[in-house]
């Protein structure tokens, strides 16, 4: 069946680069997405990438995709205090698929 | 643009009650989704419509759920005899038809059975 599977934690000091990384099931998938999560919030898009891309680059994030491996992963460089939240993953088919989340901890 | 909003944002109610959330989505957008949120996971898909017909429901839309989008414009979900189970957050999000634009979110019913 279809699933999306992230690390559940990452710590990164602040300054450094964040990379948080996913792997997914359905190599049907017509669009791969990763989203934010605050604290008692929605999810807020922060980017994509169709699944012929294999590198998507907006501002500090940078998405990777090997659809061979099927592996996605997102770069935050120069990670600041306000990325700490939970990244979610997930594939697009007919309907979206998110992973748990990846909780992303700032040091100082 | 307003995005997607959902009231009320949280919902505290004893068990067996019936609850009812509203999501008005982003004026443009024809399609309108539910998902459910628990501690610790990714939301999950329940249900969605285009316009005013609901195309599909997820297994995890047992009897007591039901979603309307009467006139195509904002939705209803509502939890009867609700279960400690039902705690959770619910998300709606909404996008334009086209095949490929994204979802976007709201900001959550939070829903908290006692």
């Known amino acids: 069946g279809e699933d999306v599977e992230q690390s559940l934690f990452l710590s990164v000091r602040e300054g450094d680069s964040s990379v948080i990384n996913c792997t997914y099931t359905d190599s049907s998938s017509t669009y791969l997405y990763w989203y934010k999560q605050e604290p008692g919030a929605g999810l807020q898009l922060l980017t994509y990438?169709?699944?012929?891309?294999d590198m998507k680059q907006d501002q500090r994030l940078t998405v990777l995709l090997n659809k061979k491996d099927k592996h996605l992963s997102l770069r935050i460089a120069d990670t600041q205090t306000g990325d700490s939240a939970i990244y979610f993953c997930?594939?697009?088919?007919?309907?979206?698929?998110f992973g748990k989340g990846t909780r992303l901890h700032i040091l100082p | 643009d307003t995005g997607v909003s959902q009231d009320p944002r949280h919902k505290i109610t004893k068990r067996g009650q019936n609850v009812t959330f509203r999501c008005d989505p982003i004026?443009?957008?024809?399609?309108l989704y539910w998902y459910r949120q628990t501690l610790g996971q990714g939301p999950e898909f329940l249900t969605y419509f285009q316009n005013e017909a609901q195309l599909e429901k997820s297994r995890l839309l047992s009897d007591r759920f039901s979603a309307e989008r009467p006139k195509g414009s904002f939705s209803t979900l509502e939890i009867q005899r609700t279960e400690q189970g039902d705690s959770a957050m619910y998300l709606c999000a909404s996008s334009s038809e086209s095949w490929n634009q994204p979802q976007h979110f709201g900001d959550g019913t939070r829903l908290s059975i006692l």
């Open positions: 004026s443009e957008h024809n399609r």
């Open positions: 997930a594939e697009k088919d007919d309907k979206i698929i």
């Open positions: 990438i169709f699944s012929n891309m």
